[in-house]
């Protein structure tokens, strides 16, 4: 059975955390003493700690209870808190899949935790078999992957991740970025039934805030009661909360832009694939496209030569670049130079 207790790391578990003064006291009316605040201008107050306007909206649309939902700066934020509040420095472990997201690692080394990584099979599916060798390790407590995978850009099956989430007793995080481009493939409904799960989400990508640095994540009320605890007083910035707003006040443009998106993606592909240049185009759930090429890194340079910038992930899958949907424009720009090329 999960126990919340054995995974936390003793300290957090018993951190007094520091009380701002909009912990205290957050009404609107009346006259403000206590926080040294400059009594002149528009940003001269401490933003509320905890979001509620926006959680508020985000309970509405995900049919969330508000007490199950933290607004991060940025989903990078999740990840770290994650790795901070469950991993102890130089003796826990985590793990992920290979090819994933890069940032896993780099929290990871940040804080001192060892990130064991397995690879993902043929098809960038979760190899159960092989996964099965560590769910049983003591040290391990957190489990960390994306789904729609980057850079992959598929999703995974649904009944691997549950897999995963039944059979292991630390915490999984499942960072859905990518979600609102498959919106089905979520696991958000897998909350109910499993209190070791934290799925993290987005304004970077589908919402178009990725300046702006607001993530999400959506857990039980104790481990959004440990982020609440370990986080920063006032992690997320007037400007940023109201630019989320924003931004889900305006559904339409979001839904118009990413069915262009999504009919854009298509569009890549179905070129792609007549180019002699091109020997892969994997599945996507995503914004992007992950293609092999015959040599990943003289395809890459010439594309810069053209101002024309994609990832390069040789280094982590043979010969692949990652291509983001852009504009039509763009993306016809990015499909002209490939036909123009022998590479
Ligand atoms: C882009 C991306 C994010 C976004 O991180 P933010 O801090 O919210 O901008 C998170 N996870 C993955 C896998 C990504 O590709």
Not at 105 to 114: K, L, M, R, S
Not at 159 to 165: G, H, K, N, Q, V
């Amino acid at each position: 059975m999960f126990d919340i207790n054995q995974v936390v790391r003793p300290n957090i578990r018993a951190l007094k955390p520091y009380s701002s003064a909009r912990d205290e006291f957050s009404e609107h009316e009346g006259v403000f003493l206590d926080a040294n605040e400059n009594p002149y201008g528009n940003l001269n107050r401490y933003p509320d700690p905890y979001q509620k306007a926006l959680k508020e909206k985000l309970a509405d649309i995900k049919n969330i209870d508000n007490e199950k939902i933290f607004i991060g700066n940025g989903s990078d934020e999740v990840i770290d808190l994650s790795f901070r509040i469950f991993c102890e420095p130089g003796t826990d472990q985590a793990l992920t899949f290979s090819p994933g997201y890069g940032m896993y690692q780099v929290a990871a080394d940040i804080n001192n935790v060892e990130l064991l990584t397995i690879p993902l099979n043929t098809d960038f599916q979760i190899d159960k078999k092989l996964l099965e060798n560590y769910l049983e390790n003591p040290l391990l407590k957190l489990i960390i992957f994306s789904s729609p995978n980057n850079p992959s850009g598929n999703a995974f099956k649904q009944s691997d991740m549950e897999f995963i989430l039944q059979n292991f007793n630390g915490i999984v995080l499942i960072d859905e970025a990518y979600i609102d481009f498959c919106p089905e493939k979520t696991v958000l409904p897998m909350l109910a039934k499993y209190p070791n799960l934290i799925v993290s989400q987005t304004f970077s990508k589908a919402w178009g805030l990725a300046a702006a640095r607001v993530g999400s994540a959506y857990a039980s009320k104790e481990i959004i009661a440990l982020f609440n605890k370990v986080k920063a007083p006032y992690n997320v910035s007037l400007l940023n909360h109201q630019a989320a707003l924003n931004a889900l006040d305006n559904q339409e443009q979001f839904e118009q832009q990413r069915a262009i998106i999504l009919s854009e993606r298509e569009r890549m592909i179905a070129s792609l694939k007549k180019l002699k240049n091109i020997e892969n185009i994997y599945p996507s759930d995503a914004n992007f496209v992950l293609v092999k090429v015959k040599d990943a890194n003289q395809m890459y340079a010439y594309l810069v030569q053209q101002k024309i910038i994609t990832r390069n992930r040789n280094n982590l899958v043979n010969n692949c670049i990652r291509i983001t949907v852009g504009t039509p424009k763009e993306n016809t720009l990015l499909l002209d130079a490939l036909k123009n090329k022998e590479i």
